[in-house]
Each structure stands twice: as C-alpha cells, then as structure tokens.
C-alpha cells in the first residue's frame, strides 16, 4: 500500500512561480523513479518530468525544459516540481507519479503506463 499526495497548486499570472510537492506515505518510494504528468481540458496526459531513484538523473518534456526542475528529499519521501517562466498553455491538472518496479533504475520512463502510483492531481491556471 502506498499513496501520493500533491500540494502547490494554484492560479498564478504568466511568468510567475509555482512549486509542486508530492508527498508519499504508507511506503517508501525512496527506490523509484518518481514523475509529474499534467493533463489539460480535453486534451490527454502528457509526460513533464522524471527523476530517478537518487535524484541524480532527471528528463523533461521539451515544452518545460529550461523553466521546470524536478527533485527529491528521500528523507522526506517528498518530490518537487519548480515551475518557472509559467505560461498559460501549462494550465492543467498536475499529477504526481511513481514506478514502483523501477528498482534503483535510472531508465527513461515516460508513458503513464509505466508508472503504477498516481496521486489526485493539483490544478495549476496560468492566467495571461
């Protein structure tokens, strides 16, 4: 059992800052790659950004490269998204991620399907 937790979300104004945080409980996720998808109205679920097992390997979407950080406090069993240079097309519903059989893996994994813990998800509007 396990469950991921997502906070930080918010309506800000272009160019302005958000940081996201997932905090997982019941388990550690200490082992996993952990990710951040987002999901805009009518539109799928789309990769933004991974980290794996250790915090030393890290991949982006193209659209977030440069402007979003991904990151992690094993000691916390917590990972963070920093948003910068926010744009209104990264309005959307962001959802924290883990890949639980991901053992100490610093693979790419970039489709929903590789990961199997989801959390609720946290809203973030960009207004223009």
């Known amino acids: 059992q396990g469950s991921l937790v997502e906070s930080g979300g918010g309506l800000v104004q272009s160019g302005d800052s958000l940081r996201l945080s997932c905090a997982a409980s019941g388990r550690t996720f200490s082992r996993s790659a952990m990710g951040w998808f987002r999901q805009a109205p009518g539109k799928e679920r789309e990769f933004v950004a991974q980290?794996?097992?250790?915090?030393?390997?890290?991949y982006y979407a193209d659209s977030v490269k440069g402007r979003f950080t991904i990151s992690r406090d094993n000691a916390k069993n917590t990972v963070y998204l920093q948003m910068n240079s926010l744009k209104p097309e990264d309005t959307a519903v962001y959802y924290c991620s883990a890949n639980s059989l991901s053992y100490y893996s610093s693979a790419y994994y970039s489709r929903s399907d590789d990961y199997d813990y989801w959390g609720q998800g946290t809203q973030v509007t960009v207004s223009s």
């Open positions: 980290i794996n097992y250790s915090g030393g390997r890290t």
